[in-house]
């Protein structure tokens, strides 16, 4: 079987009309019915039931379109392992990060690797923790920049890049920011991203009121995106915690909230599967992201900010 058959075969069922389908791919509609009774012969069953309405997969059909995203998958690895014998200007890689990501590093890093190897194809995927743990141990991801489990999760391989502490932000001039106390700030009001996550500044949030004898911070906004949060904080007196390298790149914009207890840190950086091969492209994207990293955490010191 040709492996363009099992893209045929996805936009046929997908579609639900021959014709349609041949449109889309730019074939004739009678060479797609011979190359869709072809594979039919081939494994000695029919794909589709067709009807004067269109076709439905049949039960083998539903079988061999969720294996053929296997196979698709794997013939991408495949790819990857004829990448380790090329230079590394051309290629794709695959990249998930978390929001704190690319609201701080992903500018630089992408526009540093876009100028180093202008030939390769990046895909970014953005998401909560699990999200991307969850793709990257399905093949849909080649590396992940995101923070840690603690531990990490024992299938992949690591890298720490650095500690990224929880950061209380609010607006500027923010009431709080001049004089604060414990119960002051557990009972106002929060904008939280991904509260039911075991590894975010809310759940600290959450063990600092129930260690004091509080009531947990009461939720008014929940949402993923930093930037939506940034524009409600500069309006309201809502109180936000954020990895601190999002509140440092916004300190024009927000006050820090002081708290007692020492911040909570996490691990952040590079994790990939150790089972798959790493490709020239991971290998390029790999050393920007380490250098841009290291170029922003000595720029905390005094030293100049990274540039592209």
């Known amino acids: 079987m040709d492996l363009r058959h099992i893209d045929y075969i996805r936009v046929i069922a997908e ?6 389908a041949a449109t889309r791919l730019g074939v004739a509609q009678p060479t797609l019915s011979k190359i869709l009774s072809r594979v039919e012969d081939e494994f000695g069953t029919k794909l589709f039931n067709r009807s004067p309405h269109g076709v439905t997969p049949t039960p083998f059909g539903s079988a061999f379109l969720e294996r053929s995203a296997v196979m698709e998958r794997e013939l991408r690895d495949l790819h990857a392992v004829s990448d380790l014998l090329a230079s590394g200007d051309r290629g794709q890689v695959r990249i ?14 992408l526009s540093r690797l876009y100028l180093k190897r202008p030939g390769l194809v990046v895909t970014v995927e953005s998401g909560t923790t699990q999200d991307l743990s969850r793709l990257l141990a399905d093949g849909k991801l080649d590396v992940c920049c995101q923070t840690f489990d603690d531990p990490p999760i024992s299938v992949f391989s690591y890298e720490v890049l650095y500690k990224d502490s929880v950061a209380i932000v609010g607006r500027r001039g923010h009431p709080l920011s001049i004089e604060s106390d414990l119960p002051a700030i557990l009972s106002s009001d929060w904008i939280v991203a991904n509260p039911e996550g075991s590894n975010t500044g809310y759940s600290w949030l959450v063990q600092i009121a129930h260690q004091n004898g509080l009531p947990p911070p009461r939720i008014a906004v929940r949402t993923q995106e930093y930037h939506l949060i940034l524009k409600i904080l500069r309006t309201t007196n809502l109180l936000a915690a954020m990895p601190y390298s999002i509140a440092r790149a916004s300190a024009k914009e927000l006050s820090l909230i002081r708290l007692t207890s020492p911040p909570r840190e996490r691990s952040t950086g590079l994790m990939w599967r150790p089972d798959r091969p790493t490709t020239p492209a991971m290998k390029i994207f790999m050393e920007v992201t380490r250098e841009v990293n290291s170029e922003y955490h000595a720029s905390e010191n005094g030293v100049t900010a990274p540039v592209i």
């Open 96 to 109: 998930g990060a978390e929001q704190s990501w690319l609201f701080s590093y992903f500018p630089t890093i």
């Open 15 to 20: 579609l639900g009309k021959l014709s349609a």
